[in-house]
């Protein structure tokens, strides 16, 4: 059973960073793409960025291309979101997920808050 706790969220002012982690349990951590998503107060959650199991294949949202960066370490059984260039429109709890080859997203974490200041 893998088990995902999200950390690294904070306030941060526009136009500032972050970084966040996603640590995951279990031995499996490399048979899994990985993806992050964020939910914004009264909206669905959406989806913000995917890796590979290996890492060598990454996509993101339109809204966050160019300015966040996903990577993983399947050594640390660790994936990150280097947000870069944040907006007020960013701010939601941010959540990362495991997909299975072929399956849906699942095991998602608890997530971590993100609020960005004008």
């Known amino acids: 059973q893998v088990q995902l706790v999200e950390s690294g969220g904070g306030l941060v002012q526009a136009g500032g960073s972050l970084r966040l982690s996603c640590a995951a349990s279990g031995r499996t951590f490399s048979s899994y793409a990985m993806g992050w998503f964020r939910q914004a107060p009264g909206k669905e959650r959406e989806f913000v960025a995917r890796i590979s199991r290996g890492g060598a294949s990454t996509s993101y949202a339109d809204s966050v291309k160019g300015r966040f960066t996903i990577s993983r370490s399947n050594a640390k059984n660790t994936m990150y979101l280097q947000m870069n260039s944040l907006k007020p429109e960013d701010t939601a709890v941010y959540y990362c997920?495991?997909?299975?080859?072929?399956?849906?997203?699942?095991?998602w974490g608890q997530g971590t808050q993100v609020t960005v200041s004008s």
């Open positions: 997920a495991i997909q299975p080859p072929g399956g849906s997203w699942s095991h």
